[in-house]
């Protein structure tokens, strides 16, 4: 049948200082805006600083949720928002009512000299309204109580309680240096405009030097060797803070994203563990879990993970799009749907999350929806090659050719033997007369022709397109262009059993005997048992026994060359497909000592040694 493929490309892991938020059950949802600069440059540090007080303190207080940062910088934009000035009662309803979001902590700042002033406003996403405005002075040296009394007065203004555990989460600095946070900040600015990495590292390490305790600079370090790329000095970075402040959790996520990115995963599994001791709601290292016991194939573990991560942050799309992606594994493909769609209730312009839609709905049978989401897919990402892959396979369905290709392919793939030939071609043509009826089976083909070129065109090493093109062209009846597109298969991947009986099968047809038996014997040579009941070939191949005919080639082989790792697998092959299984596991363990990262060796011997035991 119709060769599918589901290609799930990874979403970029893009590491942020502010990665990972840890949610209470609240009476209000805010949502924190860019706090704009209406001063000189030199002071646009200040913007990073206001960004990074309010983030750290609101949300963690009780009575409040903060939405996802991301997210939100993606709603702003959509709705036409990038400053304090651009809020209007229409726009602020917007984010309200795509986010649920009911109010937004917005402002702007200037310095004067030694003065430092800060407009702080609460808007409201019903009205439009302010719930509260103020303008604080004081120095930059103040930030910290500017903005304790700001988000003080803010939560007076909506009624919500402070709690004692408020007040300490209020009074709480990074820092008692106010030039290390000013270094500190810089180095983000620096690191926003593009500087290097030595210009960049260097600013913290001027924040550290004054300040050896402000453990948020010293964190930050790795987190900037990270983002150039330069791992082992990030995890030497984060293993020194962990060292010296053992109760402080960021360091411990930044290993876990570490090892995870080098699939160490049981030492990211150890250090997330650790993160969720000291926090346990952590939603991102929840997501990273998630995301690991996904990769380990321990799929309801990872829905446990995942969920939780949604539940304790509904607002991160990557998030959803994972329990999509594992709600598919387990073939519950209803759920996904509702993931996948919240993605792009989140994320309208996710390209992956269109396609996984799609590929669910194809999965539930519902056509024309999977086509509206590839189509989706390709007007977000012209260049998606799985989209226009997906729609062939769609269309293939759609079509109604189902049942009649299925037929057709099946016959093709039948294994080798005269009389079924002769048997499959009568029904052949049966089936073509039954495509020939159908007065829209040319329209199909062309969409699917269409929609499998498009797919090479920007993956041309794409060989299941390819194969699925040269099958169409097969079904079309076009044989010069279904041979080219075997053989451009074969070319990427020349291991594709099917690729090699069908070309086969047309130089046969064709009467070039020589030419198909070198693809029989292809065949032989990966996957045997395709012959192993039919090994003789009829009377225009002079009935050869082609696995005779291989197994005596590649003896003769071995012995020119007794450790050539890739005649002992043919040998291996052959005699596991006989039944001849001592043999083939002294050939499995002669490859295993030569490479013992072999995974089809190692493989086969373990299926040997089970079938053993179980005799």
């Given at each position: ?5 589901i ?23 805010v949502a924190?805006l860019?706090f704009?600069?209406t001063g ?14 309010l ?6 207080l ?27 009662v ?15 902590i917005?402002?702007s ?8 002033g800060?407009k ?8 439009g ?12 040296a ?22 004692a555990a408020?007040?300490e ?9 106010i030039?290390?946070f ?17 210009t ?5 390490n ?8 402000f ?9 900037i060797y990270?983002n ?17 402040n ?9 290993m876990?994203?570490?090892?995870f ?10 250090n ?8 346990p709601?952590?939603?991102?290292t929840?997501?990273?879990l998630?995301?690991i ?6 799929i ?9 991560s ?17 709600n598919?594994e ?12 919240k993605?792009?209730e989140?994320?309208?312009?996710n390209?992956?999350?269109h396609?996984?839609?799609g ?19 390709i ?5 998606f ?12 369905k759609r ?21 079924e ?13 039954l ?12 969409r699917?022709?269409?929609?499998y070129?498009n ?11 390819s194969?699925?093109l040269?099958?169409?062209?097969e079904?079309?009846?076009i044989a010069?262009s ?16 099917r690729?090699?009986?069908?070309l ?7 009467g070039?005997?020589s ?14 048992s ?11 191949y002079r ?12 003896q003769?082989r071995?012995?020119?060359?007794p ?36 995974k089809e060796?190692?493989r086969?011997?373990?299926?040997l040694?089970r079938?053993?035991k179980?005799l």
């Amino acid at each position: 049948m119709i060769n599918f493929r589901i290609k799930f490309a990874h979403l970029i892991i893009f590491f942020l200082i502010l990665s990972g938020q840890i949610f209470a059950q609240g009476q209000r949802f805010v949502a924190i805006l860019p706090f704009s600069n209406t001063g000189g440059p030199e002071h646009a540090w200040i913007a990073r600083g206001i960004e990074e007080i309010l983030y750290e303190k609101m949300e963690n207080l009780e009575a409040l949720n903060v939405y996802e940062r991301e997210t939100i910088m993606n709603v702003l934009r959509d709705v036409g928002i990038s400053s304090e000035s651009d809020i209007t009662v229409r726009n602020a309803f917007a984010v309200g009512k795509e986010t649920g979001v009911d109010v937004l902590i917005v402002g702007s700042y200037a310095v004067s000299g030694s003065k430092l002033g800060i407009k702080f406003r609460a808007v409201s996403t019903y009205t439009g309204g302010n719930v509260y405005m103020n303008t604080f002075q004081g120095t930059p040296a103040d930030i910290f109580d500017l903005l304790q009394e700001a988000i003080t007065r803010t939560m007076q203004a909506m009624s919500l309680p402070v709690s004692a555990a408020d007040r300490e989460v209020l009074k709480r600095v990074p820092t008692t240096s106010i030039t290390a946070f000013e270094y500190y900040c810089k180095a983000y600015v620096e690191f926003q405009n593009g500087a290097s990495m030595e210009t960049v590292a260097g600013l913290f390490n001027q924040a550290i030097s004054l300040d050896p305790d402000f453990w948020e600079a010293q964190y930050n370090l790795g987190v900037i060797y990270f983002n150039f790329d330069q791992y082992g000095r990030a995890l030497s970075q984060f293993q020194k803070v962990s060292s010296q402040n053992p109760e402080f959790f960021k360091p411990y996520y930044g290993m876990g994203i570490i090892f995870f990115l080098q699939r160490d995963y049981q030492n990211a599994i150890c250090n997330y563990n650790r993160v969720l001791s000291l926090e346990p709601d952590h939603d991102r290292t929840l997501y990273y879990l998630g995301r690991i016991y996904m990769r380990l194939d321990s799929i309801d573990k990872a829905l446990d993970y995942l969920a939780k991560s949604a539940e304790i942050n509904p607002n991160y799309p990557p998030t959803h799009f994972y329990l999509g992606q594992a709600n598919m594994e387990r073939d519950w493909y209803r759920s996904a749907v509702q993931a996948f769609r919240k993605v792009i209730e989140l994320d309208p312009d996710n390209y992956l999350a269109h396609n996984s839609l799609g590929e669910c709905f194809y999965k539930l049978q519902r056509y024309d929806e999977a086509i509206f989401e590839y189509n989706r897919t390709i007007e977000i990402k012209n260049d998606f090659s799985t989209a226009y892959f997906n729609i062939g396979n769609t269309e293939y369905k759609r079509g109604a050719l189902q049942d009649i290709v299925d037929s057709y392919l099946e016959i093709l793939e039948t294994r080798y033997s005269e009389a079924e030939n002769q048997e499959g071609a009568s029904l052949v043509q049966d089936l073509r007369k039954l495509q020939d009826a159908s007065p829209e089976s040319s329209e199909i083909y062309r969409r699917m022709v269409n929609a499998y070129s498009n797919a090479l065109r920007y993956e041309p090493k794409f060989f299941e397109a390819s194969f699925n093109l040269a099958l169409t062209y097969e079904n079309m009846g076009i044989a010069d262009s279904a041979k080219y597109y075997y053989q451009r298969t074969l070319d990427v991947n020349p291991n594709l059993v099917r690729a090699h009986m069908r070309l086969g099968r047309y130089f046969e047809r064709e009467g070039n005997y020589s030419e198909a038996l070198k693809q029989f014997k292809e065949v032989v040579k990966i996957e045997p048992s395709y012959f192993a009941d039919t090994p003789r070939l009829g009377e225009p191949y002079r009935y050869v026994n082609i696995i005779d005919e291989v197994l005596q080639d590649y003896q003769t082989r071995l012995q020119k060359n007794p450790n050539d790792p890739e005649t002992l697998l043919v040998l291996a092959r052959i005699f596991n497909s006989l039944g001849r299984r001592g043999q083939a596991e002294q050939y499995y363990r002669q490859i295993v000592q030569l490479d013992p990262m072999n995974k089809e060796a190692n493989r086969e011997l373990k299926n040997l040694q089970r079938n053993q035991k179980e005799l």
